[in-house]
């Protein structure tokens, strides 16, 4: 019995909640997947996948051998390119998360620079416009747009991301160019939450270093970045977007700018990873990269 390939699968099933995605992704059957992880539990005598129809999740202390696996997991990678100074020797699998417009405009682009660099490398990328938990959802690092006030995460700043104030040219020929604050009050506001429910900010604004909020109407509400942007491209009002992901719609003419006096603050950007966790190779070679793509687009830090 392979103690550390019972680790290795009970690991991806784990992480992709699902004995037939991981069977796929280790290239195993489904039965092979299933009797090592039953293998599993018996050598550590406690239950440790809740099973469903639908999906399968840990229990507290498939979490709890999880969180150790992955650690374990990542040391025994590192002794193994230990001595090995060649990039190309890196290999494994990276697991790393961002928001869906960096990795849709800036990193997936270009990630077979890096890729063509470590070709023994296998990367997931997860794109999503919540806040991932990188412990408990097995992610490697985390590119985080917004303060980082999670005391559990190492946080490295990259810069800050430069705001803009956006319109489209029909949404404007109707409504107007606004030029002052108090123009607003007959503008349309695109609001932007993270969950459904939660009470949007309105029109931010810096002046004199403090943060500002202004009320506007609104009748769109949306929860994705791309969303965010379709609705204004649309014509359905005024967005507070990233210059970096306006920057071709701008460039093109699909949208306008305005109220540049008026803008909200710069968001900051960090690449997060659990404390405490040893950082394999792969994993600060793939951070090592994007720092350097970030820095090409980011104001800094």
Not at 91 to 114: K, N, Y
Not at 148 to 156: G, H, I, P, Q, Y
Not at 243 to 266: F, I, K, N, S, Y
Request: net charge negative; aromatic share 4%; hydrophobic share 40%.
């Amino acid at each position: 019995m392979n103690k550390l390939e019972l680790l290795r699968t009970f690991q991806r099933v784990t992480e992709l909640s699902s004995f037939t995605q991981a069977a796929d992704s280790l290239g195993l059957p489904r039965s092979t997947v299933s009797e090592q992880v039953r293998d599993l539990e018996r050598l550590v005598d406690a239950r440790l996948l809740h099973r469903t129809t639908r999906r399968v999740r840990p229990t507290q202390d498939g979490q709890m051998l999880y969180e150790r696996a992955r650690e374990l997991l990542a040391q025994m990678d590192e002794l193994e390119n230990l001595f090995r100074q060649d990039a190309h020797a890196l290999s494994g699998r990276l697991r790393v998360d961002m928001p869906t417009a960096i990795a849709r405009r800036l990193v997936a682009p270009r990630l077979d620079e890096f890729l063509a660099r470590h070709p023994a490398l296998e990367i997931e990328l997860g794109c999503s416009d919540r806040r991932v938990d990188p412990l408990r959802e097995g992610f490697d690092c985390v590119l985080r747009v917004g303060v980082n006030e999670d005391d559990s995460l190492v946080a490295r700043p990259q810069g800050h991301l430069s705001m803009v104030n956006c319109a489209s040219p029909a949404y404007l020929a109707t409504h107007g160019m606004p030029e002052q604050l108090d123009d607003l009050a007959g503008h349309s506001l695109i609001h932007y939450v993270t969950a459904f429910g939660a009470r949007s900010d309105g029109f931010e604004f810096q002046r004199d270093g403090k943060l500002h909020s202004l009320a506007m109407a609104g009748r769109v509400t949306v929860n994705n970045i791309d969303a965010y942007e379709g609705a204004c491209l649309g014509g359905l009002g005024i967005i507070q977007a990233p210059l970096v992901g306006m920057r071709v719609h701008l460039r093109e003419g699909r949208l306008l700018r305005l109220l540049d006096d008026w803008v909200a603050a710069p968001m900051p950007v960090n690449l997060v990873h659990p404390h405490g966790r040893h950082l394999p190779r792969r994993v600060r070679a793939f951070m090592n990269w994007l720092e350097q793509l970030l820095a090409e687009e980011l104001d800094a830090a």
